[in-house]
């Protein structure tokens, strides 16, 4: 329960990310971003990290919502 | 249609085992009639304009409507099951089984039924292999057969590949592959430059061979390249059956009715009398002929049969083999940071074969994805945080993504009849096996022995068994019960009447079965008209 509805994003922001994804104006927002290796290392650790306090964060708000 | 209608060969079905089937019977100077539901979505398909993929995400105002489909079909939602990599323009393959084919599944079972023109063929993956003689043996397929078959098969299909493990029997006579792109070429050359299988488990890894043109040939183009391919063909390069069905279909001894579902089939006589109703008005319809071929697809051929007087009536359960599935979506750690240039397809890059050294039945079978046309949000929706930092990080590991397809040796579960109908299908129930064999010991040994490749395992998905969407072995061959099938796959009872798909099966190897199905199905078109051996 905890990890299907209320860490992960939800349809609805899914389905907004999505038509986002598919505007040619927005393609730049969803290209392959590049730092080199310890560059994206380093930058895939820290936002896996922030990330996840952030969805621990809008727990509530979303239980709030529901 | 009126019930005196005599044909001399029917097909039931135009997926792989029946285009294929219909082939050979024309080539062997019969007359057929195939007849198939034969769903189809050319209007979408033809929109989709014939450039790359990161061309068109640039200059295609229209994208949506391909790329997440008219009512958003396009958008995953809920748990990943079976067909979750069919996009809005390949969604019609199952859109009419599912209306229409009443099937309960049990708990963990997620299956993909299809009456669909070219059926489950249409949304094949074109990864190409070859059982060995003792796999073949242990299916109840005559080695002999198969292995000729399939020569003539790749040359009918058009194929690409090098010389390997996979497509063992094919020799050197396969036109050279499609390129690999940066992501599998990385991984590929770190396999060979590290020493080989040193532990009791061994890997095989390769290129994997395709059913996809590296070559141009009559009416089809070589692989462009686009990264299209869970979306369009227009240049016909990945095998379809409906470019077979396309290439008879102006033989004059060659018919196909469309719209037309067989619900059942019974002995008159000599004949074989098939009945089944139009889907769209609902209307009953009959037919005879001297010989049938049912190639319905495993589970399509059962339903059929269970419903049919005098052959399934006593029926209630038949076994179904299924090879367990999962996918592990992997980082390719060594390539973190490094922008993928080259241009690429979006079919599986590499083959793998792993198995227990002593143990051959042990055999896992890999493909291996990179992963970009199938777009990030899908990939944003499996993190667990907010979409904009989730969109980030997809960003950042996209082009060292590898998805890698695992498939196990089949095993058994079950079709239950749940009810029959005089003027309809019948309505089944399909059931995973009770007791799912453990494989986690081999498949830990693979996980490391791919860690040693740089291949980190961010998750595992599990769409629930029958979601490889690799089904055979409801009718054995030579096995007891209420139908029966002979060692020529012909129907006990019943000599004009053939099964031409995966149903007689007995095993169901690891490695995929679309090629072999399609040998199957030629050379019993061949016993059918009398022409074998």
């Known amino acids: 329960m905890l990890k299907s509805r209320l860490l992960y994003p939800t349809d609805e922001e899914v389905a907004r990310l999505a038509r986002m994804e598919c505007d040619p104006g927005s393609v730049n927002r969803f290209t392959p971003i590049s730092f080199g290796f310890l560059g994206n290392l380093v930058a895939v650790i820290l936002t896996g990290c922030v990330g996840l306090i952030a969805a621990l964060i809008l727990v509530p708000v979303r239980l709030f919502r529901r | ?533």
């Open chain 2, 1 to 533: 249609m009126n019930d005196s209608e005599l044909h001399e060969y029917v097909v039931v079905g135009s997926g792989p085992g029946g285009a294929i089937a219909a082939h050979r019977l024309l080539e062997l100077g019969k007359k057929v009639l195939l007849i198939d539901v034969g769903d189809d979505d050319p209007d979408l398909r033809g929109k989709i304009p014939d450039l790359p993929f990161e061309k068109l995400r640039t200059t295609d105002g229209n994208q949506r409507e391909y790329f997440l489909g008219s009512a958003e079909e396009g958008i995953p939602r809920g748990r990943v099951r079976v067909g979750a990599h069919l996009t809005p323009p390949r969604q019609f393959v199952r859109r009419r089984a599912d209306r229409i084919l009443s099937t309960e599944l049990s708990g963990d079972t997620s299956i993909m039924q299809s009456l669909a023109l070219g059926g489950l063929g249409a949304a094949w993956g074109a990864g190409i292999a070859t059982y060995s003689d003792a796999e073949l043996a242990a299916a109840g397929l005559d080695p002999g057969l198969i292995n000729s078959a399939y020569h003539e098969v790749i040359t009918r299909i058009g194929a690409s590949g090098v010389p390997c493990e996979m497509i063992s029997k094919l020799g050197n006579r396969i036109p050279r592959p499609l390129p690999l792109d940066d992501n599998a070429e990385s991984v590929l050359s770190r396999f060979r430059s590290l020493p080989k299988n040193s532990s009791e488990h061994e890997l095989e890894l390769g290129p994997y061979p395709l059913a996809a043109l590296s070559e141009s040939r009559e009416g089809r183009e070589k692989q462009p390249l686009h990264d299209m391919d869970f979306y369009s063909d227009s240049r016909r390069s990945v095998f379809r059956p409906r470019y077979i069905l396309d290439e008879i279909s102006s033989h004059p001894q060659f018919s196909i009715r469309r719209g037309l579902l067989v619900t059942s089939i019974k002995r008159a006589g000599s004949l074989m009398e098939l009945k089944g109703v139009h889907v769209d008005g609902g209307e009953v319809w009959k037919l005879s002929a001297r010989r049938v071929i049912l190639a319905a697809g495993a589970i399509g051929t059962a339903r059929i049969l269970m419903n049919s007087p005098g052959l399934g009536e006593n029926s209630g359960i038949q076994p179904l083999l299924s090879n367990p599935y999962r996918y592990w979506v992997m980082l390719n750690y060594p390539r973190l940071g490094k922008r993928s240039e080259k241009p690429r397809h979006s079919l599986a890059q590499l083959y793998g074969l792993f198995r227990h050294r002593d143990k051959p039945d042990s055999e896992v079978s890999l493909s291996f994805y990179s992963y970009r046309s199938l777009l990030l949000f899908k990939l944003v929706r499996e993190f667990p945080m907010p979409t904009q930092i989730g969109l980030f990080l997809a960003r950042l590991i996209v082009d060292s993504l590898v998805i890698v397809g695992v498939h196990e040796r089949g095993t058994e579960g079950r079709i239950r009849l749940i009810r029959r109908s005089e003027n309809g299908p019948a309505e089944i129930r399909i059931e995973a096996p009770t007791e799912i064999e453990t494989t986690n010991l081999q498949l830990k040994s693979l996980a490391r022995r791919l860690r040693g490749l740089g291949l980190v395992r961010l998750a595992e998905v599990d769409p629930g068994w029958g979601s490889s969407i690799h089904y055979a072995g409801t009718i054995p061959a030579g096995r007891a019960g209420v139908i029966r099938v002979g060692s020529e796959f012909q129907v006990e009872g019943c000599p004009g009447l053939f099964i031409g798909d995966s149903s007689p099966w007995k095993v169901l190897p690891a490695r995929g079965l679309t090629l072999t199905l399609m040998a199957h199905a030629r050379s019993v078109a061949e016993m059918a008209a009398g022409e074998s051996r």
